[in-house]
């Protein structure tokens, strides 16, 4: 179960609750409410109440060792160590960011209309590229390949596909010849060139008429079906580009909160250039 370490850290500086919350278990005192559970299961988009019973008591089982390290901790003095004090002064200092910038970004906003015109000016990285479905027999000589074709010849439609898978799981050297030669769905660029270009040459339901040679063997080709290269529609991307318009936004609008306070704030750097060695 994944629990970012933050969030255990400040929900250990923060555990006091101020409303009556249900106690889930308790060390020598010190409840664990459900509330200060469900706080820290909020990065992981869940709650305590959605949890199997498994992940209940695996969860539980940490936060109580948790809180006995933390006994242990308070034990031994750590409270009032100096080093302790600086990093929680760094941890709150991290805290008071991350919810100001969590804030910050819940009201960075970006509408349907603002999508939509983002999708119609780049609709060359919604495009899916043209793919087929095919299916190979793969042996070692070109006369075997031909022998194959030859047979093959004169048969179409299911007829043809039919034979195909039964000569592929006889015939076939390949690893997919069990599964009669299926290669499943690909586009370009996914198999050695000498393939690729027969294969996308062929139209749907069609085989190679001649043998294809490769560094595996020799090839015979069928190709099952064609699927051609489409824009996918909006709707279906609209969601993937509000949140990485909204992801945009934000990062500008950091980036100029942070350019505007530097012009505004007062800044003293003391950065002293260590001399070089040799120098007088």
């Known amino acids: 179960?994944?629990?970012?370490?933050s969030a255990l850290i400040v929900s250990a500086i923060f555990s006091t609750s101020l409303v009556a919350d249900e106690v889930l278990a308790t060390i020598n005192?010190?409840?664990?409410?459900?509330?200060?559970?469900?706080?820290?299961?909020?990065?992981?988009?869940?709650s305590f109440d959605k949890l199997t019973d498994e992940q209940k008591k695996e969860l539980l089982d940490r936060l109580i060792e948790r809180e006995l390290l933390v006994e242990a901790a308070k034990k031994d003095g750590i409270e009032k160590d100096e080093e302790y004090k600086r990093a929680l002064e760094n941890?709150?200092?991290?805290?008071?960011?991350?919810?100001?910038?969590?804030?910050?970004y819940n009201k960075t906003l970006?509408?349907?209309?603002?999508?939509?015109?983002?999708?119609q000016e780049n609709?060359?990285?919604f495009k899916k590229p043209e793919t087929i479905h095919a299916r190979?027999?793969?042996?070692?000589?070109k006369e075997e390949a031909q022998k194959i074709i030859d047979e093959l010849k004169g048969l179409k439609g299911e007829e043809l596909k039919k034979k195909f898978i039964e000569l592929?799981?006889?015939?076939?050297?390949?690893?997919?010849?069990?599964?009669?030669g299926d290669l499943g769905y690909f586009p370009r660029g996914q198999m050695v060139k000498p393939f690729e270009e027969a294969a996308f040459k062929l139209n749907k339901g069609e085989i190679t008429t001649e043998p294809v040679k490769t560094q595996f063997g020799y090839h015979v080709i069928y190709v099952e079906d064609k699927k051609p290269a489409t824009i996918t529609p909006f709707e279906e991307v609209k969601e993937s580009i509000i949140s990485r318009k909204k992801e945009e936004e934000f990062k500008k609008l950091i980036k100029e909160t942070?350019?505007?306070?530097?012009?505004?704030?007062?800044?003293?750097?003391n950065l002293k250039t260590p001399e070089k060695k040799g120098a007088k």
Do not use: C, Q
């Not at 005192?29 to 869940?46: A, E, H, Q, Y």
């Not at 592929?168 to 009669?180: D, H, L, N, R, Y």
């Open 258 to 269: 942070i350019d505007k306070a530097k012009k505004e704030a007062k800044i003293e750097i």
């Open 123 to 125: 609709k060359e990285m």
């Open 110 to 119: 970006v509408s349907d209309s603002e999508a939509n015109k983002f999708y």
């Open 168 to 180: 592929a799981k006889s015939k076939s050297t390949g690893p997919s010849g069990k599964s009669g």
């Open 91 to 104: 941890y709150k200092k991290d805290l008071l960011i991350k919810v100001w910038m969590d804030k910050l």
């Open 29 to 46: 005192g010190v409840p664990i409410t459900k509330s200060n559970v469900d706080f820290i299961l909020k990065n992981s988009r869940t």
């Open 136 to 141: 190979h027999i793969l042996v070692k000589t």
């Open 1 to 5: 179960m994944k629990i970012l370490k």
